[in-house]
């Protein structure tokens, strides 16, 4: 609970970590209408579009610095040697960074559903789905900068975004579902389902990665 | 089984398909994509091996 | 390293002869096809290489797997030298693959999940090139190198079951030949044969490679002054 707590205050307290990737979304989500005709009636198509890869690179921006400033002052090796496990601790610290970036813009994600399409069903229906997706994201990309720790972010989470090009079909799909009134909770079942794997495999991965870089 | 199905080397080159269209150039030019960049790889690296054993010698 | 550049002349003329013969074969004496027309000879060549592009992957997850495992430092070095291989492989397959589909398809490039999947393997290889190459610590390098190309193969099933559903919810015009009855024999033989003999030469290509790569990495050892 301790640890909780911590990793919360000090997420909050570096306010650019946070605010930043939540004003970058609004940000696209604000402007990219003006490259399109206002009464263009693919707007909601392309809304959507935009919308997951606003998601994406977001999360990829949001993780930029998750590991590299504890590992820089040294507490990343303090957590690697506590008593608490230490892949609790990165689950932990991943969840704080969902809790206070992808929440709020699974939130605003769906206010500008309900802007765009007018359709408070779909703004509805897509708010749990771009809360996982957010959450499924954030692990993977936390992953990637695991990777390139020392090398700075961009590498390590270009290279992991191939992996989540699968989804994004998945994602498309389960659009496209909701749009027909056909039954989507298939496609929300296999976000689910890729969660649960990655939720607990993912900590124990970069807790081997971040030992491997502190060896 | 082996008989050809074209007469000639200018037919073998066109490859005028049934509907009229010419796919010799569609199949040709894979072969010779495919050909060169094996030949390529093989090449780079044969020469990179003599580099560096040199290098080692 | 004695019996690998023994067996490397037997491997690459064997399978070079194989593969020109039904290459030869497949352009020359098969029927022409009769919905695609001569396009279809094509086959001969985009199919190998997508087919060895694939299970390139798979060849580095299991080699990878066996690094991470057992600590054999050869087969970290295996992973890194298919890379490469794999890369080229799967851009053959891309550019084949996009020349068919000009006069069968009437495009050049087509958002299907095939595509787009085979263009995603590339991208990874390139990606996995360019990690390795970013750490100058090649024990670590082998390391992060082999956990997300692990981490990365779980993507191929995730692949797999996409093209099943991208085909069931958008129908396939004319897409793919397997809409036909099974291949006729007398077109299999040679796909079967260019399929082998180009996994023969591309297994060449990747004992040429990992030579290169253990050359490099072991150069301060001492036997390799010797085998030199």
């Not at chain 1, 909780?4 to 970590?17: D, H, P």
């Given at each position: 609970m301790n640890?909780?707590?911590?990793?919360?205050?000090?997420?909050?307290?570096?306010?650019?970590?946070?605010?930043?990737?939540?004003?970058?979304?609004?940000?696209?989500?604000?402007?990219f209408p003006l490259t399109v005709e206002i009464s263009n009636k693919d707007l909601d198509q392309s809304f959507f579009a935009v919308l997951w890869i606003a998601v994406l690179l977001v999360m990829m921006l949001a993780t930029e610095d998750i590991f590299l400033e504890d590992f820089n002052d040294g507490s990343l090796e303090q957590f690697a040697i506590s008593d608490i496990s230490f892949p609790y601790i990165i689950s932990v610290k991943i969840f704080i960074y969902w809790l206070l970036i992808?929440?709020?813009?699974?939130?605003?994600?769906?206010?500008?559903?309900?802007?765009?399409?007018?359709?408070?069903?779909?703004?509805?229906?897509?708010?749990?789905?771009?809360?996982?997706?957010?959450?499924?994201?954030?692990?993977?990309?936390?992953?990637?900068?695991?990777?390139?720790?020392?090398?700075?972010?961009?590498?390590?989470?270009?290279?992991?975004?191939?992996?989540?090009?699968?989804?994004?079909?998945?994602?498309?799909?389960?659009?496209?579902?909701?749009?027909l009134n056909l039954n989507y909770l298939g496609f929300v079942a296999l976000l689910l389902g890729v969660l649960s794997i990655i939720i607990f495999l993912i900590p124990l991965i970069i807790s081997y990665i971040i030992r491997a870089h502190l060896e | 089984m082996f008989n050809f199905e074209f007469n000639s080397l200018a037919e073998a080159f066109l490859m005028q398909s049934q509907n009229g269209q010419n796919h010799g150039i569609f199949v040709w030019s894979v072969l010779i994509i495919v050909f060169v960049s094996i030949l390529a790889t093989f090449i780079f690296y044969k020469m990179s091996i003599k580099k560096i054993t040199k290098k080692l010698k | 390293m004695y019996q690998v550049d023994r067996a490397y002349s037997y491997i690459f003329y064997v399978s070079l002869v194989l593969y020109l013969v039904s290459i030869f074969w497949g352009l020359f004496v098969t029927p022409e096809d009769f919905v695609q027309g001569n396009s279809y000879r094509i086959i001969y060549l985009h199919v190998p290489a997508s087919f060895i592009s694939q299970s390139l992957y798979i060849a580095m997850a299991i080699a990878s797997a066996i690094f991470l495992i057992w600590k054999v430092k050869l087969s970290a070095y295996l992973v890194r030298s298919i890379a490469p291989i794999g890369a080229i492989t799967t851009f053959i397959a891309l550019i084949s693959g996009s020349i068919w589909g000009i006069p069968t398809w009437g495009t050049w490039w087509v958002w299907d999940a095939r595509i787009v999947s085979t263009l995603i393997l590339f991208i990874m290889y390139l990606g996995l090139i360019s990690l390795h190459d970013s750490f100058s610590n090649h024990e670590k390098a082998d390391k992060f190198l082999s956990i997300l190309v692990l981490v990365g193969s779980v993507n191929i099933p995730i692949i797999k079951m996409s093209v099943e559903w991208w085909s069931t919810l958008h129908q396939p015009a004319s897409i793919t030949i397997s809409d036909k009855p099974a291949i006729d024999l007398v077109m299999l033989y040679p796909l079967f044969g260019s399929i082998v003999g180009f996994a023969g030469i591309v297994a060449c290509l990747v004992i040429l490679s990992s030579k290169l790569q253990i050359l490099r990495r072991e150069r301060n050892k001492s036997w390799i002054k010797n085998y030199v």
């Open positions: 640890i909780i707590k911590f990793e919360l205050l000090k997420l909050r307290n570096k306010s650019r970590g946070w605010l930043g990737p939540i004003l970058v979304f609004i940000l696209i989500m604000v402007a992808g929440v709020p813009i699974s939130i605003i994600g769906s206010l500008f559903c309900l802007g765009f399409t007018n359709s408070g069903n779909l703004a509805i229906n897509i708010f749990p789905i771009l809360l996982i997706t957010s959450y499924i994201f954030i692990n993977v990309f936390s992953f990637g900068n695991a990777l390139s720790l020392t090398k700075g972010s961009v590498l390590g989470t270009l290279v992991t975004l191939p992996l989540l090009l699968p989804l994004l079909i998945v994602l498309g799909k389960a659009v496209i579902s909701i749009n | - | -």
